[in-house]
Structure formats: C-alpha cells, structure tokens
C-alpha cells in the first residue's frame, strides 16, 4: 500500500502501477469481493462505500495509484487498498482513530470535483445526479488525497460523491458529531491523571493555580450551575473587592477575571467589553469600578488594552490563515517548484506570519508590564475569549516556566480556553454551518505562536513540536469534548440534554484530547517529549547562584530602568471620563497600524536589556520578533509534502541521537538505583545490559525531515527531487534544463 | 595527532611577552601626556589585557576614538592598530569590543570635514568584506584623524602599498603543518587512480601547458600528452578537461575544464572533440553529459570573445545549461543582501525582501546543478563541467558534487582537502575574488563566490546534521581568514603565483590552526555513513538565510556559542561517562572478578569521541 507521503511523484515511483482497463474491471466485479471494511470504530456506521476506486498519487499529472474501496461512515472517509498489506511494517506513530488513509469528516476541509481538464469547488448545493470523474480532496491537517471514480459503476460512484459531501460538507446537529455515539459505545477508563492536567472545572484547580502564583484575589463558586451568568465559568477569579452584584450587572461582561499572578504581587486579567454607547453612564461607571477593583490589586495600577483596537480581528485572522493554507495543498510536482520561485514573496504577502508576529509582541508588551513595571494589566476585547486567550496564554508560557512542561501547557489550555470559554464549535466550525462568520482559526493561531517560542528556545520546552503538531490534528477529530463546546455552560446544557435522552448510561463520558491514550500508544507519545528539555535543577546548596530570588522567572534589571514608582490614588485623581482613563494608560505606546507592527522603542529596550542576561531556560522567555527569527511550522505544514522530504536528514537525526543517549543514561540511572537498593539487600544484581544495541534498532528507522509523520519504506537508493521551473525568475530567456530522461533531447542545443 | 600543550604554552608566553613589552611603552611613552587618575590607568591596563598579540604582529598606533556603534550609538574608547588588526575596546561599562583583522577592510573613507557641523561628524568611515561598516569619530581639531587615516590605509591594503601581507609577517608555529593535508598523488590515491582508462600526467610541472592549473593532472589514459597540448589550444586559457573525481564502483568521472574557443566562426577542434570522447570511452557511458554552469545566452554571448560551447560536432556528447549567473550578478546580490541586514534588519516585509535580494534563489541555482551533476555520477555517466574560465562557478559544482557523493570530503580533514584541491590548486582566482591587500575597492574582479560555496555547504550541513565532522564554527573560521590574511592559504589566485611567493614556505597555513585544536571544530552528531549520496533538497521551503554568518553583528541576534542541542548532547554524554564510571566503581568494589567484563562491554558502547573529555578519556587509555 502507499501511503501519501511515500508515494507519488516522479523521484519515487509507487510500487503498484495499474493498467487494467475498465471493462476487465468490470468484468472481475461480478463476482464481487466481500466489501472490505475498515476496523470500525465503537458507534461508527458506514454510510456508503464504493469499490474500485483509484486514488492516485500525489502528481496530478500521473493517472498511477492504487485501487481499493471508498467509503463514508460517520466518522470518516476511508479508504481501503484492494492490495495486501503485508509488507508494511507496523508504522512507528500510529494514530488509533484513524490511518493514513482515513480522513475524519471534520478534518476536510475543501472538496473539489474533478471534471477533465477542470475542477471545481464542490460547495453541496449543486449536487444533483452528476458526479465528477475525480473527488479531491483538501484536509485540515494539509493532507491532500485525490480519488478516481472512473472505474466505479456509476450508482457506486454517484453515491459515494453524494455521500461523501453530504457528511463532510452539509450542517449538522451536535448530536450528531461522532463523538456522542463514539462515548456512548465506549468505556474509557478513567482519564489517568497520572502526572495531572489541571481542568479547572472545579474550584479545587483555580484554588491551587491561585495558590500557585501567590494571587491574592476572590475565588467565586457561586457560579458553579451557573446561577450568575451563563456567560461565566463555572469557577473564576476576580479581584478582591469586587462584589456579587458586579458580576451579574452586565451577565458577566466587564469583569476582569483572573488569570495569573505575578510574583511581586500584580496580575493579569482579562474581560469582553462593555456593550458600547450607552447613553446612562451606568457601564462607565461600572468599567471605572472595575478598573479600580484590578488597580487595588496591587499598588493601584493598571494598564488596560483593547485588542480588539491593536490586533487583527478574527476575520482577519481567517482570511489570512486561508491564505496561508493553500500553499501547503500541492497538487503536483511542478506545481511545487513553480510555486517555489515566489516562495517567501507569497508567504509575506498573505500576512500569517506577521499575525503571528503582533501576537508575540502584544504579549510582550503585556509581559513588560507585569515583570519590569509591576502594573496590573487588564487586556480585553469584544467577546474576551479570542485574542484573549492568546495573549493571556502566551504571556504566562513567557513568564511561568510551569506552562512550559507537558502538565502544565495542557493545563494552561484548560484554564485559558476551556475555562476561558473560547468558542471552540463555531470558530473550528465543526457542525458545517454554511455561514462561516465565526470560523477562525485562533487556537491553531495560539499554537503557532507557542511553537515559535519552542523553535527559539527548545530546551525550555517538555514538550515536542510532534506534539504541538498532534494537537493541532486533534482538533479535527470530532471526539475529544476539549474541542467541541463553546464555554463551559454550553458543554453542561449540552451533557445534560444527552444524559436525560440516554437516561440508562449515567454522564456521557467524552474524552478529552488530554487523554493521549485514545489516540496513541505509549510508544508513540514518547515523541511527545522534547528530549532537549532538563528539568528544573533542584535547589542544591552546592550550585551556584546562591543569592536567586525564590522566583526564578525574575528579571533583574538595571534598577535604573525601575522607574514607574507606584502612585497612590491614581485614578481618584482622574475619575472624570473612562476614556481618558484608558488612553493614559494603554499599553500601546503606539497606534499599531496593520501594516507596520514595528515594536515600540521601549519594548525594543525590554528585549534587549533581557538579551544581554545568560539566558535561562526555567526563567523569563522573550521572543525574537526578528524578520529571520519568526519561522514557518516546516513539520505541521510541509510534512506531506513529497519534494521537501530530506531523506536521511533534517533535525530529527539530531534529535533521535540526543533522545537515544537520553534514553541511556536514564536506564544507566535506574542501574544506579538498583545497585544501592541491592547493596543493602546484597542480592545478586542483574548484569548492565549492553545499552547501545537497543536504542541502534531505534535509529533503523530511516529518518526523514517529515518524521514521525511519514517515515521512508525503502531504503536510501532514491533520486533527487531536482528543481525545475528555475529560470522563470532569474532569467529572461533560454530554456531549463529539465531532468525528465525523456525530455533531454530537447535541451541540447538546438 | 594531538596538539602539544608545551608549544601551546609557549606560544601564549609569546603572546605574553609582547603584551608587557607593549605595557612598558604605554606605561612610559603615552601615559606621562594623559595625566589621568589611576582608575583610568587601570582602565587602560584592562585595554590592553585583553589584546593577546599574535607572534609576529605589532603596535602601530593607538588613539581615544568614538565609535559610533549603529547598535548601541556613539561609545567613547579607544582604538588600537597593529599590522594585523584594529582594536577597539570602549571606556564605559557597555564593553563593547572590537577586534576585526585589517584583511577585512574593503574600503576606509574620510567622513565630513574639519568644519563639519554637528556631533561626532568627523571622523572616518571603514566599509568591511565581511557584512559590517565600522564608523568612528574623532576631535576636528588639529587633524587627528590624519595619522589614523594614512596608517589603516596603509596597513589594511599593504600589496597597494608594496609592503608584505601579514601571512608573511606572522611568526605563529604550529605542531602541525597545514601545508601537507593535501598530497595530489596520495588524493588520487584514495580514488583509485591511476588506473588503466586515467592516467597521471605531469605536463604541467612548470606550468606550461596551464598557468593557472595544478603542476598533477589526472587525464585519459590514451590521450598522450600531444593531445593534451594540443586541445589545450582550444579551451580558454589552456584549462583542459581533467579529472576531478572518479567514482568508485561504476567509475564515472567528474571532470572539469574551461568552455571550448568556438568563437563567432563556430570553430571546430578535432582533438578537443575526441579527447572529450576518450573521457566518456573510460567508463563506458553512452553520452557524456556536459554542464554548462552558465545560462544559455551567457553561453551564447561568449561566442563573440571567442569563447562559446560545445556543438552538436561533439558526438556522443549532450551538453545542459546550469543557469547560474556570473560573478557580477551575485557580487549586486550579495550587496543587496547586506542592505537589508546591515545594521538592521529590514522590519517589514523581510521576506520580501529576503527574496527581492535573489542570493537564496542563486545559492537554489547552485546546489541543483551540483545535484544533477552528483545523481549522473552516482547512476554511472561520466559528466563533463564547465562555465566560461572554469575557476568559480566550475568549482562551486564539482566541490559540492563531490561533497554529496563522497563521505570523505565530509570529514574534516577531508573537507580541507576538497578545499585545496577543487578551489585552491585549480585555481579560484582568491587573489582577485577577495583584494586581499588591495585598495582598490570597486575592482570589477571581486564576487563573493567562494562564500557562496560556503554558504550552500552551511545549508547541506544544515539539512543533514550528522553527515558532517566538522561544525558550522570551522565554516565560519574559514570565512574569517578568507579576509584575514593571517594565514596563506587563500592567498594568490594560482598554483604558479603561490610557488613564485613562496607561500608553503614563508606563510602558515589555515589548516595549521584548525588541525592543531580541532576539537572545537567537531560536529558532536557526526555518524560517518560511507558509500552515501547526500541530496540536499534545493527548494525554497528549505533554504535558508545563514543568520549567524550574514547577521552575526547584530546584538539582538542571538549568539550561541554552542546550539541547544549540542549543548544538551554533551551534558549528557558527560552524565553518561560519569555514571559508567560509578557503575564501574560500584562493580568493582563488590566483586572484582566481574570488574573486567564489564568494563569492556562499557567501553564497547562509547561512540566515537565527540566531546573534548571524551578525547581525554581515549587518550588515556592504553592500547
């Protein structure tokens, strides 16, 4: 079987090449072969299948591929190769719910008709009794498959295609996302919270978080059936003296809510805006009250910021993204290399990773205030629960090093975004809905973000760029409750509408993505780890640094850069218009205009300052803001892509060999242990094992730059992916020296 | 061979020596004119403490100076210049330093006027080969910056001024001796030559047929050194196609030479025809493959100089063209380049920019053509490379061709090897590409092609991490004394010109230094594999802007000296060794009878050294 990666293009040629015409297909198909099924999942039903379907290799151009059975459940599009699979090894990184031939139906994202020479989007309107020759198919996660109906009967092949777009593209209720029939057929033990991730879905969890971080504010349970607002978490934290009835006032809207503590005592929050214009000045009064509750927290200060003024909108945020995406959908080689010319002329220009860039710098900002200045800031925005999240998110990775382990990065999701009500259902749209207005890819955005933070700094970082990517994947996979909910009252209207019709099976048990086990074995959540990452040292009285505030995130400036003393009283003084108020004390120092994120001069100087001190890992991070420094995600976005592929390379051959050593000494480590344990037993010792022939058979493994994703089947003895398409940029005239065997006569001089 | 820590000592008390002798004369000669408090003596003391000379280089002047730094402004210091280097160490606490060899100045220039208004206008304006402007002003009064001005003009271009480079000047000793890392004969050798289709001529041992060629050339058994003469007539200044490298099993060759004098007529050269032929007859391939390294129409320009390109009278013969630019085009590219990078890097739109510079896209041009050139060999054709002189583009692709097909050009010893043999000894006109000593700035000679070369080595080490011995820090040293002119190796542009110098006698080589502390120049990850063909991939999505090369001045840059992961790989390797060690120690003391086998199978696991403890422990063990 090939898998999408592997096959395809003309480097690599797929190893089955059909030639059989239609009419002996046909012939054969009398007696048909038992439909072939995928292991089905608990809850999963096919909805349609068709046989001989050809899905083609990666080049558009070629008509090779395999022939096997398409099918629609409602879990997935599959696809089941007609040839035996015998001789393929049992792949490393294997997700559970679905191969390398399953596309789980939330996870298409375009489909488009092949007719001839063209194609077109399928948008699910216009199916009537035609079918295409060709269904291609684009997927969230870039995987792009391409399959021929031509040589299916024409019943099969209509309804496989109106099948196919019926469940990836018409909307749907909840009720019916996988999940719920999934969870319903499915015990999961549960979730081992072996090392913990904290969900904050009880009082206990934002209590320690709180504790955490030495905050000193109000933890509200009076929320927890969401007797103050629907709009709320069940739990939260508000300043001290806010009071019950501020927090009914506008059901939830202008509350600053908590969401870290900085060691010297200031903190972070973060609300939706007030709804604006309002003749009464009961919400300005009311926003000033609140502005004055988040100054109390700590030595009266506060800076505010509306990001929804300074950052791009979520609009904005999807249309870009949308952008992005399609240079990653390669249909065929020369499509690649023609695209290679304009390569980072086009990245630049749909603005991606300069969304990402704002994103990092606003949380920069943000970080300035709580670590240089000690402010409480308080950043908000329409809904709060978008960029919110990100820049709430993102500022606490950069400050806390706790965000920065596996427990603690999930742990910060939950808190931020599940908590945080981030409306996961529609900005993922995961129910199809026609009207995209609220689809954006934020989350994705976050992780991008994080993931540039991950390529600067590695080992500050436990977890890996696989998993960064894996999580990225799982949000289209319609299982995981994590992703499914817009806010915590929705999940719970939702659960309870599903118990009282399912009355005989308790709580719906929907797992959430944290449950790594659904998906993975524990094998291949190894990869999960970032083998650069040390823990923290533990406080030994013989290391050095003696003198270390009990913080080690602290930055210690020049104390001549301490400059904002605190003032008391602050805002009695000015309590005249919200508005003022606000503008004195933004942190914007500049009106950012879209097209010119240049960071203000005294954030350059933050930078700095925190540049020219030895960098530790466990403590205060910053990003590089750079115009090299910010990157492309090269393993989420070019890992299926056939001509990028650095067979034998790329930074997982290093990687492999520091995890292997790891790997050693820790078993040398448990050696160790066993040795002293024995030494007061005085048993007889099991002999060091010989370590190094276990970790080679590890690196048997060909590697490639696209590793875990896809892994190379045959060895080493491939050709080159050689350029073509080279001159129409350089030169203005003269012809390429193409590379096809057969092309060659053609370019020798004429 | 290991280094010699006595030698070692004795040239840092060398070093030391000169620096007190140099104290004595501040303490004497200058400090009487500044009678300043002692902490500003002190202060000087720190100046100078941090100058270790080397053997052979001395104080010419030194003078309180302004920096203008474009990072961190105006710094006030001051400026210390020898016969190799100029020296600067500002007087606050920013500590700003510099130490740039006067190799690498490219131009120094007057800035403003005695009358000049405005703070620090005057003063003077150094532009570097090595991506950097230095900019220093100094009082208007009493034109002190003549003394400075004539001295750097003078000691940064000593060949202008007929003085020697300071190659030759430098007294450094090493143990070992650089100049013997690469032995043609001992290099055709290792290849399997000579052989009954290649034979080893040395018709060019005074360098008659070839001025600009090796004095030992590997060419085709049955041409006789008649036919060598004679098609030496018809290739652009004798360059004759020779071979390169040959490969192992199927014997297909890399051979390299100058394009053809066809010329505006279309002659023909039969000799020149069949001895191209005698290069595809030795293996057997069916058709030679000859690339052209230029684009079609360069080709096709040459013509009317009377150069040009092989035609279809060449029988069994297919010629590609390469279409990579000549040296003009990529001396604007990498100009281009430095605009944006220099003092700071282009805000906006940076990739745009990135692009509109084009230097990615040549360095895309490069590495395919060496690829198509390494996957004909490797599939058994015999190929044929040339551009117009064949001395830059010509050795940019047989050098990473041969980078890809041969694990041992990927070691760091033979890396050097490549380097002296593809560039040096066939002539890359180093002498001309760099200026060393010249003044002349604006000489249509210089192009940057030699750290092109570099630059697609960097991005091959790049994307295959643990194909290559060497680190990106032995990359970054050779680029340093391409300019430096503290050792010969780069210098003169030929064989010839280096004999006529005396270069192997009277100057240290480069390799010298590498060889004699080569442990920091070690890739930790390095996994010798024999016998495999590295393709890099040359697609955008995975070219790269050598940021700690091009963009190494900048301070918001961050400069490691170690990669986290090299840095993570030794600790733990450390761990490791410390843990066997116990383990070791723990078997021992319980039952000695087991210590033996397990230290063996212990020592069985060590890879090969990669830390410099590691070398130690290897060191020490007796065999």
Redesign the interface.
């Known amino acids: 079987m090939l898998s999408l990666g592997s096959g395809g293009g003309k480097s690599a040629k797929p190893s089955f090449v059909s030639y059989v015409t239609p009419e002996e297909i046909n012939s054969e198909k009398d007696t048909p072969k038992e439909e072939k099924h995928p292991d089905l999942l608990p809850g999963e039903v096919v909805f349609c299948s068709a046989s001989t379907v050809l899905k083609l290799t990666q080049d558009e151009l070629s008509q090779r591929g395999t022939f096997g059975t398409l099918l629609c459940t409602n879990f997935r599009v599959s696809f089941i190769s007609d040839e035996e699979t015998g001789e393929e090894t049992a792949p490393l990184f294997k997700n559970k719910l679905y191969g390398e031939n399953d596309i789980p139906l939330s996870c298409v994202d375009n489909i488009y008709g092949g007719y001839e020479d063209k194609r077109k989007l399928v948008t699910g309107s216009q199916v009537k009794n035609k079918y295409p020759s060709k269904i291609i198919i684009h997927c969230k996660d870039l995987r792009v498959f391409q399959f021929a109906l031509t040589f299916c009967k024409e019943e099969d092949a209509k309804r496989i295609f109106q099948g196919i777009v019926h469940h990836c593209l018409e909307p749907k209720s909840l009720k019916n996302i996988f999940a719920f029939s999934f969870c319903e057929n499915t015990a999961f033990p549960e979730m081992q919270m072996q090392q913990r991730t904290m969900m904050f879905d009880s009082a206990e969890d934002w209590a320690q978080d709180l504790k955490r971080t030495k905050g000193s504010c109000r933890l509200v349970t009076e929320n927890a059936n969401f007797g103050l607002s629907p709009n709320l978490p069940q739990y939260f934290i508000v300043p001290e003296s806010v009071s019950e009835a501020d927090m009914t006032l506008f059901q939830g809207k202008g509350l600053p809510i908590w969401c870290w503590s900085h060691h010297s005592g200031c903190a972070l929050f973060k609300t939706s805006n007030l709804p604006l214009q309002q003749e009464d000045n009961v919400p300005q009064s009311y926003m000033e009250k609140m502005l004055t509750a988040v100054a109390h927290n700590y030595l009266y200060s506060v800076k505010t910021e509306d990001l929804s003024d300074t950052l791009p909108t979520v609009q904005d945020i999807q249309l870009s993204y949308s952008k992005f995406k399609q240079f990653f959908f390669i249909d065929s080689t020369t499509d ?2 023609v695209s ?6 086009s ?3 749909c603005g991606w ?1 300069d969304i990402i860039r704002q994103c990092l710098q606003k949380a920069m900002e943000v970080v300035e205030c709580l670590e240089k200045e000690n402010n409480n800031v308080l950043i908000m925005e329409d809904g709060g629960s978008d960029l919110c999240c990100v820049i709430s998110s993102l500022a606490q990775l950069m400050l806390d090093s706790y965000y920065r382990t596996l427990q603690g990065f999930q742990s910060l999701v939950q808190k931020e975004w599940v908590a945080g009500g981030h409306n996961f259902l529609d900005r993922c749209n995961q129910l199809h809905l026609k009207d995209k207005e609220n689809v954006s890819p934020v989350f994705l955005l976050f992780l991008e973000c994080v993931w540039q933070l991950l390529q600067q ?3 500050a970082f436990q977890f890996s760029e696989t998993y960064l990517t894996v999580l990225s994947d799982s949000i289209h996979v319609p299982v995981f409750s994590t992703f499914l909910f817009n806010s915590q009252h929705h999940r719970a209207s939702i659960l309870r509408q599903a118990d009282s019709s399912h009355s005989q099976r308790g709580t719906l048990n929907c797992p959430t993505v944290w449950d790594w086990s659904v998906q993975f074995d524990c094998k291949a959540q190894q990869l999960f780890i970032n ?2 990452y ?1 823990e923290k040292p533990k406080l030994d009285k013989s290391m050095r640094r003696p003198h270390r505030p009990k913080h080690q995130r602290q930055l210690s400036l020049p104390s001549a850069t301490f400059k904002t003393p605190p003032k008391k009283g602050f805002f009695k003084d000015e309590t005249d218009s919200l508005k003022k108020i606000l503008r004195v004390k933004r942190i914007s120092r500049w009106m950012l205009s879209p ?4 960071p203000s001069s005294t954030s350059r100087e933050f ?2 300052a925190w ?2 001190k030895p ?1 530790d890992y466990h403590g205060l991070l910053l990003p ?1 803001l ?4 910010v990157r ?1 995600w ?1 393993q989420r976005y ?1 890992r299926w ?1 056939q ?9 997982v ?3 492999s ?2 995890s292997d ?2 790997d ?2 820790q078993e ?2 448990r ?2 242990d066993r ?1 002293s344990s024995s ?1 007061t037993s005085n048993h007889q ?1 099991p ?2 094992r ?3 022939a276990e970790t080679d058979s590890r690196l048997s493994v060909l590697l490639s ?1 696209s590793f875990p994703f896809t892994t190379l089947k045959n060895n ?1 003895s491939y ?5 073509t398409g ?2 129409q ?3 203005n ?5 193409d ?1 096809e065997d057969d092309d ?1 006569e053609s ?3 004429a | 061979s290991t280094w010699n820590p006595v030698l070692l000592f004795h040239l840092r008390l060398t070093s030391f020596h000169t620096f007190v002798y140099l104290f004595y004369i501040l303490m004497f000669v200058i400090m009487p004119l500044h009678n300043n408090k002692t902490s500003r003596e002190s202060l000087k003391m720190d100046l100078l403490a941090d100058v270790s000379l080397l053997p052979g280089e001395e104080r010419v002047i030194d003078k309180d100076i302004i920096y203008i730094c474009p990072f961190s402004g105006a710094l006030k210091g001051k400026v210390f210049i020898t016969n190799y280097r100029l020296y600067f160490k500002s007087s606050d606490d920013s500590a700003v330093m510099l130490n740039v060899p006067l190799g690498v100045i490219c131009r120094v220039e007057k800035m403003g006027g005695a009358s000049s208004r405005g703070e620090n206008s005057y003063g003077l304006d150094i532009t570097c080969k090595d991506m950097r402007n230095l900019r220093f002003a100094l009082k208007q009064e009493g034109h002190s910056r003549r003394d400075i001005f004539e001295i750097l003009f003078r000691y940064a271009f000593p060949v202008s001024h007929g003085l020697s480079l300071f190659a030759y000047l430098s007294q450094e000793k090493y143990e070992e001796n650089g100049w013997n890392i690469y032995k043609p004969m001992e290099e055709f050798r290792r290849q399997g030559l000579p052989n009954d289709k290649w034979r080893i001529s040395f018709i060019n041992k005074s360098y008659e047929l070839c001025d600009t060629y090796p004095t030992v050339l590997a060419v085709p058994y049955k041409a006789t050194e008649e036919d060598l003469r004679k098609v030496a007539t018809f290739r652009s200044r004798g360059r004759i196609p020779v071979l390169s490298w040959i490969h192992r099993e199927n014997q297909a060759v890399i051979a390299r030479c100058s394009q053809p004098l066809v010329g505006m007529s279309g002659k023909r050269n039969k000799d020149d025809e069949r001895y191209l032929d005698l290069v595809r007859e030795a293996n057997g391939t069916s058709k030679l493959i000859i690339y052209d390294a230029r684009p079609n129409v360069n080709a096709v320009a040459n013509k009317a100089t009377g150069g040009g390109y092989e035609g279809d009278e060449y029988q069994n013969a297919e010629l590609i063209f390469l279409d990579i630019h000549n040296i003009h085009v990529m001396r604007e590219s990498l100009k281009k380049l430095k605009d944006i990078v220099y003092p700071n890097v282009e805000e906006s739109h940076w990739l745009s920019s990135l692009e509109s510079t084009h230097w990615l896209e040549h360095i895309k041009l490069v590495l395919s053509g060496a690829i198509q050139v390494a996957d004909k060999v490797s599939s058994g054709n015999s190929v044929v490379v040339h551009c117009s002189d064949g001395w830059d583009r010509t050795a940019q692709l047989t050098s990473l061709a041969m980078l890809m097909l041969d694990s041992h050009y990927r070691t760091l010893r033979g890396f050097q090897v490549l380097l002296e043999k593809e560039w040096i000894s066939f002539g890359h006109k180093f002498a001309s590409r760099i200026g060393h000593g010249d003044k002349n700035h604006a000489d249509q000679d210089r192009s940057p092609i030699f750290v092109q070369f570099i630059d697609c080595v960097w991005q091959m080490t790049k994307q295959f991490p643990t194909a290559f011995e060497f680190n990106e820090r032995l990359l970054l040293t050779i680029l340093d004394h391409l300019y430096s002119c503290r050792f010969g190796t780069f210098l003169y542009n030929c064989e010839s010109a280096r004999d006529q110098h005396e270069v192997r006698l009277k100057t240290v080589s480069l390799w010298s230094l590498v060889n004699s502390s080569n442990d920091i120049y070690l890739n930790p990850f390095y996994t010798p594999e024999s016998g495999r063909v590295l393709y890099p991939v040359a697609s955008m999505r995975h070219l790269e802007l050598w940021v700690s090369y091009y963009i190494r001045w900048n301070p918001r840059i961050r400069q490691q000296q170690q990669s986290p992961v090299e840095q993570r790989y030794k600790e733990l390797l450390a761990l490791r060794d410390e843990y066997l060690k116990k383990l070791e120690e723990l078997e021992l003391s319980d039952s000695p009878s087991s210590h033996l086998a397990h230290s063996s199978t212990s020592n069985t696991s060590l890879p090969a050294p990669s830390t410099p403890s590691q070398q130690y422990t290897h060191l020490q063990t007796p065999f």
């Open positions: 690649f290399w290679d010319m304009k390569w980072f002329s990245l630049d220009n990773l700094y590695g080992p083998p650069l040390a097209d010119s994120p240049q930078y700095e540049q020219r960098l590089c750079d115009g090299p420094a492309i090269m070019l892509i001509e990028v592929q650095i067979f034998g390379g790329g930074l051959t290093v990687l060999k520091v050593l790891l050693e000494v040398l480590q050696q160790l040795h030494l010792r002999r060091p010989p370590i190094s730059s080493w050709k080159p992916a050689i350029p080279l001159l940029s350089l030169m005239s003269g012809n390429l020296a590379t060659q370019l020798v001089r």
